[in-house]
């Protein structure tokens, strides 16, 4: 048996849905389907307004431009994320300034953003990572005490929530992305949501190429015309139209992950409570959209001894992420790999495991039996390094 790592999941409406936006002669942006998208999730996660956009990416550099970052300015994020999060600050002329993430939840670590802070810090963006909430209390404070904005990355987390509010709510700007290997997809596709009434406005703007184009078009002015700098950052309907379908089926999609991260938890908790690796736990307080699933080994030589195995025998293991400070760029900037062990350590020693929509029981079967393999081979053979204390 063959399981790849991601797979493209697909609902029963996608192709009716962009046929309906074909028919309509409408393909360009804000038509019919941007629209529907936009007011669905301006319902469901409680947000003043949401844009879609052409990326998750997109979103953060919409985010990045909002906030009026000059060269100089300084920026707080976890060096555990997607380049995205930099590039978006770095492309304003301001600096990424790499922090730790917390070891219960591998997202930012609000001891370190405390550290980190100096008269240059602008902003904080909070990285939602597997689609499980930073520690929203401790870092909304943070901001608010040091007048920072706060932008959540919640790429990875559309659809889930901290204490009954949705991620991407509760900083200033939030991003989600619709990528094909999130849990909801448009293929490529983005939203940055605007929970602040004050930036509306200006989102507005630097989304149609720095114009008022959609006053224009809500008829409320009689042509339109270039007022500030911006860019372009509208999809097509088109894909609007298939990412429609899949927010159609949004907690049944919430559902079948959950039935995966059950799986997954029930059947390695064994290795687990032996000390072997950790896996992602939900606290209390929060619910995940279960974007993914990873066994975080005590060492980097055995998850990359795992990891060689799960693929020859055709599981499709994935690691991630090269940490943004120990990466080439990362070392222009002068970082060193020394400046941030644990992260280092958790980009060295993290296996993701296959997760998406249409996996049957039958292959996650597999995939517990052939990791299950691996494992007791490696602990008969006195391989295996335990170092996590069971939890
Ligand atoms: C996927 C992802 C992005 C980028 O989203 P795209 O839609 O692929 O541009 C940014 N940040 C994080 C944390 C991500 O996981």
């Known amino acids: 048996m063959k399981i790849p790592f991601n797979k493209v999941y697909l609902t029963n409406s996608e192709i009716a849905y962009i046929k309906t936006a074909l028919e309509s002669g409408h393909i360009c942006g804000d038509g019919f389907y941007t629209k529907s998208v936009e007011f669905l999730i301006e319902e469901r996660v ?43 600050v770095m492309l304003r002329g301001a600096i990424p300034v790499f922090c730790e993430v917390e070891e219960s939840h591998l997202s930012i670590d609000p001891n370190d953003i405390l550290k980190k802070i100096t008269r240059k810090t602008k902003a904080i963006i909070a990285v939602h ?11 909304m404070k943070i901001a608010g005490d040091h007048k920072l904005f706060l932008i959540e990355d919640a790429a990875q987390g559309f659809n889930s929530q901290y204490r009954n509010r949705y991620l991407g709510s509760m900083g200033h700007l939030g991003c989600f992305s619709f990528h094909a290997t999130k849990n909801y997809t448009g293929g490529e596709g983005g939203a940055l949501l605007v929970n602040d009434k004050r930036l509306v406005k200006t989102a507005e703007t630097i989304r149609n190429m720095g114009t008022n184009q ?7 002015i009689d042509k339109y015309s ?11 309907d088109i894909l609007m139209a298939f990412l429609y379908a899949q927010l159609q089926e949004i907690d049944h999609i919430t559902e079948k992950r959950r039935f995966i991260y059950d799986y997954y938890s029930y059947h390695l908790k064994k290795y687990v409570d032996q000390g072997i690796f950790q896996i992602p736990l939900i606290p209390a307080d929060c619910r995940s959209n279960y974007h993914l699933f990873y066994l975080l080994f005590s ?13 020859m025998k055709e599981v499709e293991g994935v690691i991630h ?32 495991l296959p997760v998406y929509n249409s996996i049957t029981e039958e292959e996650l079967d597999y995939v517990v039996k052939t990791l299950a393999d691996i494992l007791e081979r490696k602990l008969n053979a006195g391989k295996l390094i335990r170092c996590y204390s069971s939890l």
């Open 321 to 352: 992420f090269v940490p943004l400070h120990s990466s080439p760029m990362g070392q222009k900037l002068g970082y060193r790999r020394e400046d941030l062990p644990f992260t280092e350590q958790v980009g060295n020693s993290l296996l993701r």
């Open 129 to 139: 990572y597997a689609g499980i909430s930073c520690d929203m209390e401790r870092i």
């Open 214 to 220: 959609s006053e224009f078009l809500r008829k409320e």
């Open 299 to 311: 060492h980097p030589q055995m998850r990359d001894q795992v990891l060689d195995e799960l693929n």
């Open 46 to 88: 409680q947000t003043e307004k949401v844009f879609m956009t052409t990326s998750g990416t997109h979103a953060l550099e919409m985010a990045a431009m909002m906030i009026g970052l000059n060269p100089g300015d300084e920026v707080i994020m976890p060096s555990f994320t997607f380049p995205s999060t930099a590039n978006a």
């Open 226 to 236: 270039w007022v500030g700098i911006g860019s372009k950052y509208v999809p097509s």
